[in-house]
Structures are given as C-alpha cells and as structure tokens.
C-alpha cells in the first residue's frame, strides 16, 4: 500500500478521492472542543443550540473538520512530506452535524520544483470536504514539500526507519 506520492508521481489536474469517510458523532465533536478548549455553546450545550441558533442544534466545530480532512489527506498526499509549508484560504461554506459523513478529495494544482536543493519540490493543492449527500462543507489549500525518488532512496525507501527483525 502505498503511503504518499513522491514529488514526480503527482501530476497537476490530478484528484486523489480520500476513503473511507468518516461519521462525526456527538463524542468526537465533544473531545475535539475539550481537546482544544473551545467551549462555545453552539458545540457543547444542545439547550442553547435549540433555543439562540437558526440550526437548532450543535453545530460540529469546523477545526475538527479541516483536522479530519487534513488527516484524510495523508495517505494520498503528504504520506512521505518533508514539511507541511502553508496553509492558505481555509473555508468553512455549510454547517456539519452530528451523524454526517464527511467524504474528502485533494486535486493537485500546481508543482514546483525547489531551487535550493535538488531532491524535493513543493506540491499545491486544493482540499475538498463533503457530507454523505455531496454538500461541500470545507475547502483549503496548502503547500507540501514533497521528497523526489532520489531523497527516498538514499534514506531508506518507501519505509525508512523500518527495523529487521532478528530471531
């Protein structure tokens, strides 16, 4: 199974659909706010969603969601990144809920190779995340510094760090 792309597999135009998704429950809408200290009521507190929001219920904090896409996108974009350089443009465009599905997909849209050293070079993309019924509830795009072939290689692989074992 491959984990991430070197610099010369991605090509510009190119969409990596995430899977599986994932259902947001109540639980992990709850741990995220704890986690992260974020008590509004509009993620905690179900009386005063009902009552003082024009949803009428919890809203799922949007940070989990760009986490959760962000983590989606690993395998598939920054599975073998040297560094995540930028994050720009992060939106939060519909609500997501207790119990929907978020789906994530990630389209390349530029590549440069880097200046300063010849074995990497920085991936742009866009990131795409949509419940189960094809609601896009966020999208962002980052900056990936991504190893060519040649850095692997002289470090190990597809699984640098990966011991022997001995009997």
Known sequence: MQFGRYYEEFEVGAVYKH???????????????????NHHPLHM??????ETTDFKR??????????????MSVPDVS?????????ESLKHTRPTFHGDTIYGETEVLDKTESKS?????VVYVETRGYKQDGTVVCTFRRKVMVPKRSYGDTRGGEQPGRPVPTS
């Open 19 to 37: 899977w599986p998704g994932k259902t947001v429950t109540e639980y992990d809408d709850h741990l995220f706010c704890l986690l992260t200290m």
């Open 45 to 50: 507190d179900a009386h005063y969603a009902e």
């Open 58 to 71: 919890n809203v799922v904090v949007g940070n989990y969601i760009y986490s959760l896409l962000l983590g």
């Open 79 to 87: 599975g073998k990144a040297i560094a995540n350089l930028e994050v």
């Open 117 to 121: 050293k010849d074995d990497r070079g």
